[in-house]
Every structure is written in C-alpha cells, then in structure tokens.
C-alpha cells in the first residue's frame, strides 16, 4: 500500500510555468513506476508522464518538450515541471503508483487501467 498526496498546483497564465509534487508515505523506487495523470471537466482521464526508477520516462505527444518528470528517492517524492502552459492543460492533476513494468508502460502508453494506487489531485488552471 501506498498513500499519495499532491501539492503546487494554482493559476497561471498561458505561456508560465508550475511545478507540482507528490509525496508518498513510503519509498517507492524499488516496487513501483510512477506517473502523472491529468483530468478535465467532461474528458477522460490521460496519461502525463511516468518514470522508473532507472530514470526512463514516458511522455505523452501533447506534453513532450514542456513537461518534465523526475522523482527524489531520498525523499519519496515525485515532481512535474510544467513550462510553456497552454489553456489545455487546464485540468485536475494527479499521481499514481503501478507496479506494472516501464517496458508495458514504454509500449502500451500511460494507461489509467495500469495505475493501483492514486492521490487526491491538484487542480491546474492556464488562462489565456
């Protein structure tokens, strides 16, 4: 089991940057992939980014070249640089915990049905 909370989401106009953190109540580097998920109001929920803890990532195509994943072992957290911000990244972002492999997630995608354990979310907001 594995509790996740995140924080640093907020406002921010089209063009800006945030960073958003989540903290695990335990060590997850050894068991488990982690990833960033976002939701908007009446659209399904998509997969942002994941990492290993080899340090390999996966991107979605809307995201890649903006957004960074990157985890602190030491500290049992996980981050998300979020730059260049579009009104469409406006949504509910959250983490979650799989135990699937990075090679599944590499060749299938960051897929919601992948995902076991999952925090409360943080929401986003880019005006324009």
């Known amino acids: 089991q594995v509790q996740l909370v995140e924080s640093g989401g907020g406002s921010v106009q089209a063009g800006g940057s945030l960073a958003l953190s989540c903290a695990a109540s335990r060590n997850t580097s050894d068991d488990y992939r982690m990833a960033w998920f976002r939701q908007a109001p009446g659209k399904e929920r998509e997969g942002v980014a994941a990492?290993?803890?080899?340090?390999?990532?996966r991107y979605a195509a809307s995201v890649k070249g903006r957004f960074t994943i990157s985890q602190d072992n030491a500290e049992n957290t996980l981050h998300l640089l979020m730059n260049s911000l579009e009104p469409d990244d406006t949504a509910m972002y959250y983490c979650?915990?799989?135990?699937?492999?990075?090679?599944?997630?590499?060749?299938?995608?960051?897929?919601?049905?992948?995902?076991?354990?999952w925090g409360q979310g943080t929401q986003v907001t880019v005006s324009s």
């Open positions: 979650a915990a799989t135990r699937v492999s990075m090679l599944a997630i590499q060749r299938l995608g960051i897929m919601t049905q992948y995902f076991s354990y």
């Open positions: 990492i290993d803890n080899q340090g390999d990532t």
